[in-house]
Each structure stands twice: as structure tokens, then as C-alpha cells.
């Protein structure tokens, strides 16, 4: 009895360490990662419940966590990005992305588009942009890059790329999408 006793003390102890980590996680992130996800999804409510479910996939999850393969922080952002992919993939898939015509009509006279887009903060267009034009490791790379507070390198360590590859990609990523962006507005 006595070791079955100390088996289940010794759970109930670690399960509580975890919930204090959870919590100290969710004090050190959540408004991080809340801004990350509500500059993709630009909707304050989607956002809201996006970054609740994210911190439920978190908490879910936390067991799994290997601090050797990436820092704390970088594997909130891995699964904020998969999360807010996904919720892309279902509104796609419903249709509820659309442009208005105002919209439209701002950018005709845009010397840059990419950077217009990105100031007013229409992630939703960059995002379906980016992904109708590039290649899923490219994709990836560019929503980090535009969307999370990660430098290159934690993109490189979260994504296990080289560095170098982040800034190629960025560099080559960039110009296609200004030429879409472009195009698009042009066409």
C-alpha cells in the first residue's frame, strides 16, 4: 500500500507543477501570442477564441514539451501557427474571405503594395496570398516572419531550416508577393 500511496502522491505532486507552469506560461505569453494571432486572423473575437483554444492545445500538451528541440516560447508560436492555418483552411473553405472595393481602391495608388497591406494590417489578404503562391515551407516561413515576434533565428530553430535558408526565402518570398499584391490590385 505504502508504494501505491507514494505513486500517487508523487502524481498529484507533478500535476501540480505542471498546472504552475501552465499558469506562469499563459502569464508570460498569452498577450504575445493573442497580438500574434489577432494581426493574422484581423478579428478581435476570432482572436480571442483562437489564442483560448491555442493555451487548451498548450495545456493539453505540455507533458510532450522537450525544451531540447526549441524554447517554450517557440513551441507556443509552432502551434499557434498550425492552429491559425487551419482556421484559414476552414474560412477558406467556407468562402468568408472576400476583398471589398474601398479596399481595392486604397491600394491603386500604393507605391508599395506589400507594405500598404501590411499597415493597415490586412493579414487576411497576405495570408491568401501567400499561401496560393508559395510553396508549404515557404509559407510557413513568411507567416512567422510577418505575423510572430521571432527573429530569423528562432524561425530557424523553430522550423529546423538554416538560417540561411530564412533570409533566402524571405528575400525571394517578398518579391513574389509584392508582384502578386501588385497584380492583383492592377488586375
Known sequence: ???????????????????NYFEDIVN?????IFHYIRKQTNH????KDLTQEVFMKVHKNLKSYNPQK????TWIYRISH????????????????SVDD??????????????????IDDSMM????????????????MNLYFFSELSKEDISISLNIPVK???NTINVSIKKIKKELEGFIDG
Open 165 to 167: 535558408t530564412i533570409y
Open 44 to 47: 478581435l473575437e476570432d482572436a
Open 102 to 119: 474601398m479596399f481595392i481602391d486604397y491600394f491603386n495608388s500604393s507605391e508599395d503594395i506589400l507594405e500598404q497591406f501590411i499597415q
Open 1 to 19: 500500500m505504502s508504494v501505491l500511496y507514494t505513486v500517487m502522491r508523487r502524481r498529484n505532486e507533478m500535476d501540480k507543477m505542471t498546472e
Open 70 to 73: 526549441a524554447s517554450i516560447r
Open 126 to 141: 497576405i495570408v491568401k496570398t501567400m499561401e496560393r503562391i508559395l510553396n508549404s515551407k515557404h509559407f510557413k516561413i
Open 82 to 97: 498550425n492552429h491559425v492555418m487551419n482556421y484559414f483552411k476552414k474560412a477558406y473553405k467556407r468562402h468568408e474571405v
Open 28 to 32: 508570460d505569453y498569452y498577450n504575445e
